[in-house]
């Protein structure tokens, strides 16, 4: 699998920005982004001149809208046509996300807890969902430096309660790029996996060679991972399959595993991505896989290595009948800037035992 490091929050002055799509997309490049999506506020009037654009600076652009309304803000990807926003009620947001899904594109909850009206008209989330199924990610991380973010902490833990619940939603990090001033604060990367055979059809490896359908299907099944530094990924060997971040284990493969053998778990960290564009002390770090069942393993692992990939192994262990395991994903943690935060998570890896609430 390959993975293409992308951007999903961006503004340009066709909405409250101060940057045009070129020169969002020339930063995007400087930063090492294979992809952007443009979720101007309330329109998509900011895309004209997208394919000369992409072709000039290497990337990726996709199409998109953030719905920016009292009750709180939705972004949305992949549109086909634009989504008509000004009809979601307090209580009618499901149908709003049920117009975006017939237009091709899916739905995520915008920096969910950022401080709301009035400082931010509509930042906080205030929509009542009744069909949490149709939810397609949330943006748990927003903003320069946001593990740090007691607002991103809150969306994280929303995320792992829903997961906990048996919701199968991504969850995504975004910029909410407004200008191209520069800044020396970590930034966040949602690394999207494409498959091989997705990128080698072309020959090209390039961000170009996809259409931005395969990014978007990539997020839509939560084969996401999230840094501000090294990638770091996951898969699970189980029953002479390989499972990777996004996708679901058969109860009967988990079950034979685990009368006969433990299911081994393969994490890898990258080193090399955007080379020179991040950068980490030197110190001890803490690599955790965690699951439904808590904490199920802790890694001590030198975050300075010379090596540029660095792999390791572990097993899980059998989960009981009467609290099944229901997904689990890999973090890194560490020091930034004096912190101790979180420096990159995968998304899940789900259990079909788990399913969908009823």
């Not at 200008?179 to 997705?198: M, N, R």
């Not at 090399?272 to 991040?278: A, E, I, K």
């Not at 690599?287 to 540029?308: H, M, V």
């Amino acid at each position: 699998m390959k993975w293409f490091a992308c951007e999903l929050h961006t503004h340009t002055l066709h909405s409250d920005g101060s940057q045009t799509l070129g020169e969002l997309a020339a930063g995007a490049a400087t930063l090492g982004f294979d992809a952007i999506a443009l979720t101007d506020h309330n329109t998509m009037s900011g895309l004209s001149g997208k394919a000369e654009i992409e072709q000039k600076y290497g990337l990726r652009i996709i199409p998109g809208m953030e719905w920016t309304t009292f009750y709180g803000h939705m972004v949305t990807i992949g549109l086909s046509a634009f989504a008509d926003w000004r009809q979601a009620d307090r209580d009618g947001i499901d149908e709003g996300i049920e117009n975006v899904h017939r237009l091709g594109g899916i739905a995520g909850l915008a920096h969910p807890f950022r401080i709301g009206s009035p400082a931010c008209t509509g930042c906080f989330w205030e929509y009542e969902i009744g069909n949490w199924s149709a939810v397609d990610y949330i943006e748990v991380w927003s903003g320069t430096f946001p593990s740090i973010q007691t607002n991103n902490r809150r969306a994280f833990d929303l995320w792992t309660h829903k997961l906990n619940e048996g919701y199968r939603i991504a969850a995504t990090s975004g910029r909410d790029w407004h200008a191209q001033g520069e800044t020396d604060d970590p930034i966040s990367v949602t690394y999207l996996g494409i498959e091989d055979d997705a990128v080698a059809g072309n020959g090209d490896s390039t961000a170009l060679s996809l259409h931005e359908e395969t990014l978007i299907q990539a997020l839509r099944e939560g084969r996401a991972s999230v840094t501000i530094g090294p990638l770091l990924t996951l898969t699970l060997e189980a029953g002479g399959a390989l499972y990777a971040i996004g996708s679901t284990v058969p109860t009967v493969v988990e079950r034979r595993e685990a009368a006969e053998e433990p299911i081994r778990v393969n994490l890898t960290l990258d080193f090399s991505v955007r080379t020179g564009l991040w950068s980490l002390q030197k110190q001890v770090c803490r690599l955790k896989l965690c699951s439904n069942l808590g904490e199920e393993l802790n890694l001590e692992i030198p975050s300075s290595s010379d090596e540029q990939m660095m792999q390791f192994e572990a097993q899980l262990s059998e989960s009981t009948p009467d609290i099944p395991r229901r997904w689990f994903r890999a973090e890194l943690w560490g020091t930034v800037r004096g912190v101790h935060v979180l420096i990159a998570f995968t998304n899940a890896i789900y259990f079909e035992e788990g399913g969908y609430p009823q």
